[in-house]
């Protein structure tokens, strides 16, 4: 395979492919950039390509990448508000706002960062010419991470440029992680707020009870509501006539005899 890509590895055209590479991934983050660089630096351990020509073509790609990335912030960097990028433009502008041009440097190592800061700095109006001089160093400093990667694989293992390919990668993803841990622990932890009270002590919150409304009544007193008793009518009774037990005997005795 290597045998098909060495006219490629010799000729000046490789450095223009390398050129557009890092320059297409300073707005396209998904270009992989980084592992072309580490590949050919593994390679350069032999002596092709040259290191000095290779170095040339990633800092110039670098720059011309963050030039796009810093005109696109300008024109439309507020409609970044979703996804990975988002979050990652967020942070840059943090670290702008803070450390300035030299959140462009850091960014370059982290994942998105580039595209992050870059884009950023050009929606926050930072001058071209602060811009441009970090832009130079971060791109300057990245090819030479990414370039020493690959030479190191290619140097460990000189017989197989693939596996010095790997190791690259993997180195660099190592050192990756490692500052990712190290970010983490280093951030406070978040504050609790705590409501003060008197006395210097916490309170609680309490719901505060309803106030009871008070029904003026005659002499200032409070009176208490009483439902009015309602009227009764009263209904005429029949008075029953009171027959007594010897009258009716005596008429069933006459009423017999008449009969009789």
Avoid: C
Wanted: net charge positive.
């Amino acid at each position: 395979m290597l045998d098909h890509l060495m006219p490629l590895i010799s000729s000046p055209w490789l450095y223009v492919i390398v050129f557009v590479a890092v320059a297409i991934d300073g707005f396209i983050p998904i270009m992989p950039s980084e592992t072309v660089v580490i590949g050919l630096g593994a390679l350069s351990a032999t002596g092709r390509p040259s290191l000095a020509a290779l170095a040339t073509a990633v800092i110039a790609g670098g720059m011309a990448g963050d030039r796009v990335s810093y005109w696109l912030g300008r024109q439309a960097g507020g409609r970044i508000r979703n996804g990975k990028l988002a979050m990652a433009k967020e942070k840059a502008e943090r670290a702008l706002l803070r450390y300035g041009g030299a959140a462009i440097l850091a960014g370059r190592f982290l994942p998105y960062g580039r595209t992050a800061t870059t884009t950023t700095a050009g929606s926050v109006r930072l001058p071209i010419g602060r811009f441009t001089l970090f832009s130079g160093l971060a791109s300057a400093a990245w090819a030479a991470y990414a370039i020493g990667l690959g030479w190191i694989g290619g140097a460990t293992f000189a017989g197989s440029p693939l596996l010095g390919t790997a190791f690259g990668l993997v180195l660099g993803s190592f050192l990756a992680i490692v500052h990712t841990v190290a970010e983490r622990r280093r951030r406070p932890a978040p504050e609790t707020r705590a409501l003060p009270a008197e006395g210097g002590a916490v309170a609680e919150r309490r719901r505060p009870a309803p106030e009871a409304r008070a029904v003026p009544a005659d002499g200032g007193a409070v009176a208490e509501r009483r439902r009015p008793v309602a009227q009764t009518r009263a209904i005429p009774a029949v008075q029953p006539v009171v027959i007594r037990s010897r009258d009716i005997t005596q008429r069933r005795v006459a009423r017999a005899g008449s009969t009789a």
